[in-house]
């Protein structure tokens, strides 16, 4: 049995040229062993006839998860609005990210994805998160 983890098996394949390269230098690292050790591992886990389930493939698919605080009934032109006090930006020392900051007025849900945005309180105000690029225009 190889030291190291089917999940880490299964990233490994999916890379390719230098990347691949990489992350196996940092495997053989990480779990002691050698770069021969890790290609018969993952030579086992090709010829398995059964394709490995994808330990990652549940966390990056979100269209079946309810978001937490996140009412999905409401219209695209309505910001679910949120406490912008219980929340920290994230550190930019430039003077354009001062102004940024200087005019944030309110905290919003993402539709999309839930995330938190600060925004400014002008209207019509169109909106493309960062998070999930999900596009709105808020006229309320």
């Given at each position: 049995m190889?030291?190291?983890?089917?999940?880490?098996?299964?990233?490994l394949?999916?890379?390719?040229?230098?990347d691949?390269?990489?992350e196996?230098?940092?495997?053989?690292?990480?779990?002691?062993?050698?770069?021969?050790?890790?290609?018969?591992?993952?030579?086992?886990l090709?010829?398995?006839?059964?394709?490995?389930?994808?330990?990652?493939?549940?966390?990056?698919?979100t269209?079946?998860?309810?978001?937490?605080?996140?009412?999905?009934?409401?219209?695209?032109?309505?910001?679910?609005?949120?406490?912008?006090?219980?929340?920290?930006?994230?550190?930019?020392?430039?003077?354009?990210?001062?102004?940024?900051?200087d005019?944030?007025?309110?905290?919003?849900?993402?539709?999309?994805?839930?995330?938190a945005?600060?925004?400014?309180?002008?209207?019509?105000?169109?909106?493309?998160?960062?998070?999930?690029?999900?596009?709105?225009?808020?006229?309320?």
């Amino acid at each position: 049995m190889s030291p190291v983890p089917q999940a880490e098996l299964v990233a490994l394949k999916a890379l390719s040229g230098y990347d691949q390269m990489l992350e196996m230098d940092r495997i053989c690292r990480v779990y002691g062993t050698d770069e021969a050790t890790v290609q018969a591992a993952m030579a086992a886990l090709s010829s398995t006839s059964a394709p490995a389930p994808d330990p990652l493939a549940d966390a990056w698919d979100t269209s079946h998860k309810e978001v937490p605080g996140l009412q999905s009934a409401a219209p695209p032109s309505t910001p679910n609005m949120v406490d912008k006090s219980q929340f920290r930006f994230e550190y930019d020392p430039t003077r354009e990210a001062a102004a940024r900051r200087d005019s944030v007025n309110q905290a919003i849900l993402c539709s999309g994805c839930g995330v938190a945005l600060g925004i400014p309180d002008v209207r019509p105000i169109k909106v493309t998160c960062p998070s999930c690029l999900f596009e709105t225009t808020y006229t309320h």
